[in-house]
Antibody
């Protein structure tokens, strides 16, 4: 069974840092691209970042570029999101999602349960 | 970025009703569109990918259609478990974008 388990969320002050983790199991993690998607309380879904299976391609949403860093450790079947210079508007549930790909493009075919990040003073 | 617009934002329906949700893209996305169902406090669950392909395990009462810039999600006979929020999502670009969501409520 495919499983994605996020952790690392919590309360942090504006300007602070947090590292999220996503532990993957039930599939060959090293063969799949991965993404982070977030959802502010009561709001819709926003894509945050993408990393290819071998970490050779990385993309970020403009809203987090220069502040967030995505990386992965295929040996540990884990995905990470290092979040620096956090802002109140970064408050959200953060989901990791597997990219299911065909025809050169991918959709989020499976999601973790999410971890809540709250940025507040 | 490609903008995705869903309608309606809220839909009131009864068990057994046929329900249709529309999603429009700001430019052509071919068939690179997915539909998700989300219940309160839970992660989104994929229903449809590539505009009309049913994800494994999803009931056949769900169907998707469309291509280019206009798409629909249809629930042929609404069941109690289907009351939830539905999102469309384009993946024509690596910059995924989502519709704002359609909440399906009990009438």
């Amino acid at each position: 069974e495919v499983q994605l388990v996020e952790s690392g969320g919590g309360l942090v002050q504006p300007g602070g840092s947090l590292r999220l983790s996503c532990a993957a199991s039930g599939f060959t993690f090293s063969s799949y691209s991965m993404n982070w998607v977030r959802q502010a309380p009561g709001k819709g879904l926003e894509w945050v970042s993408y990393i290819s299976s071998r970490s050779d391609t990385i993309y970020y949403a403009d809203s987090v570029k220069g502040r967030f860093t995505i990386f992965r450790d295929n040996g540990k079947n884990s995905l990470y999101l290092q979040m620096n210079s956090l802002r109140v508007e970064d408050t959200a549930v953060y989901y990791c999602a597997i990219g299911y790909c065909s025809g050169g493009t991918c959709y989020p075919g499976h999601w973790g349960q999410g971890t809540l990040v709250t940025v507040s003073s | 970025d490609i903008q995705m617009t869903q309608s309606p934002s809220t839909l009131s329906a009864s068990v057994g009703d046929r329900v249709t949700i529309t999603c429009r893209a700001s430019q052509s996305i071919s068939s690179w569109l997915a539909w998700y169902q989300q219940k309160p406090g839970k992660a989104p669950k994929v229903l449809i990918y590539k505009a009309s392909s049913l994800e494994s395990g999803v009931p056949s009462r769900f169907s998707g259609s469309g291509s280019g810039a206009e798409f629909t999600l249809t629930i042929s006979s609404l069941q109690p478990d289907d009351f939830a929020t539905y999102y469309c999502q384009q993946y024509n670009s690596y910059r995924w974008t989502f519709g704002q969501g359609t909440k399906v409520e009990i009438k």
